[in-house]
C-alpha cells in the first residue's frame, strides 16, 4: 500500500469560515454545521443556512458514519502528486445527519459498493490529516 503521508499534493485552502472543520479532522472530529434556527444539518461550510437563510448556524460533532452513495476509482489523478497513490478511491459520502461530502476512500476500488457502511478515518496524506473514510470495520485509516 503507498505510503500516503510522503504523497507531495496539494492541501486544502484554511480560512476562518472553515477552521473549527479543519481543527477537527486535525483532532479526529467530524463537525458539520447546525442550524439554530430550522435544524438543518449544513456542510459544506457556509455562513449562512441554505435551508431557511439564518445566520444562526453552530458547529456539531458529527457521527462519522455514512453510506457510499458514489465514487470513481482514479487511475489518472489531476495532479501529478497523486500518482504513486494510483489506483485509489474518491467517493461521495452521505453522512448519518444527511449532508454529503467528497472524500478519499480508503479501500480498493473492487472492495466497495454503493451503500457501504463508512466511517471517518481522518488519515495523513501528504503531511497534513484529510477527512477520509473507510469501510465501517476495517482498520484502515489513522488512529487518532
Ligand atoms: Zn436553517
Redesign the pocket.
Known amino acids: 500500500m503507498t505510503d500516503l503521508a510522503a504523497l507531495q499534493v496539494p492541501g486544502p485552502i484554511h480560512e476562518p469560515l472553515n477552521a473549527p472543520f479543519w481543527e477537527g479532522v486535525e483532532a479526529g472530529v467530524l463537525r458539520i454545521q447546525r442550524?439554530g434556527?430550522?435544524?438543518?444539518s449544513v456542510f459544506y461550510p457556509r455562513p449562512i443556512?441554505p435551508?431557511?437563510?439564518?445566520d444562526?448556524l453552530r458547529w456539531v460533532e458529527a457521527r462519522g458514519t455514512g453510506r457510499l452513495k458514489s465514487y470513481s476509482e482514479i487511475f489518472k489523478p489531476g495532479h501529478p502528486g497523486w500518482s504513486p497513490a494510483t489506483p485509489y478511491l474518491v467517493g461521495l459520502v452521505e453522512l448519518t445527519e444527511g449532508p454529503v461530502l467528497m472524500s478519499h476512500i480508503l479501500a480498493a476500488g473492487n472492495a466497495v459498493a454503493i451503500g457501504d457502511a463508512l466511517t471517518f478515518a481522518p488519515t495523513d496524506i501528504g503531511g497534513r490529516i484529510l477527512p477520509c473514510f473507510a469501510k465501517a470495520g476495517s482498520e484502515t485509516g489513522r488512529e487518532v
Open positions: 442550524c434556527a430550522c435544524g438543518a443556512c435551508r431557511c437563510w439564518s444562526a
